[in-house]
């Protein structure tokens, strides 16, 4: 049984920069990804960034070039590092884990994700 716990959210001005983490305990996989996503109020959760075990990596273009997912080498912890942040990033922001059972490219299709965490707050002004 896995648990993800995301942390590293808060309160930023337009311009500024986050950087949330996302720590994964129990069971460990050969093949996974580990997406990130957000959900502003009133709008429905949206995919931002994934990579995979591999390291290759997907962004939604609206992140595209001020945000960067990595990995931890040991393989526990999954970073999402948010630069130039805008007052549209604001939401809360999940990290997901998908199981693939071999090598896939990474995705942000949210039904692909077994495992989530309870998110952590981002707000921009």
């Known amino acids: 049984h896995v648990q993800l716990v995301e942390s590293g959210g808060g309160s930023v001005q337009a311009g500024g920069s986050l950087r949330l983490s996302c720590v994964r305990s129990?069971?460990?996989?050969?093949?996974?990804?580990v997406g990130w996503f957000r959900q502003a109020p009133g709008k429905e959760r949206e995919g931002v960034a994934s990579?995979?075990?591999?390291?290759?990596?997907v962004y939604a273009d609206s992140v595209k070039g001020r945000f960067t997912v990595s990995e931890d080498s040991a393989k526990t912890t999954t970073y999402l590092q948010m630069n130039n942040l805008k007052p549209e990033d604001t939401g809360l922001y999940y990290c997901?884990?998908?199981?693939?059972?071999?090598?896939?490219?990474?995705?942000?299709?949210?039904?692909?994700?077994?495992?989530w965490g309870q998110g952590t707050q981002v707000t921009v002004s």
């Open positions: 997901a884990l998908r199981l693939t059972g071999r090598a896939m490219p990474p995705t942000l299709a949210q039904i692909d994700f077994v495992r």
């Open positions: 129990g069971d460990s996989f050969r093949w996974y990804s």
């Open positions: 990579m995979d075990n591999l390291g290759n990596s």
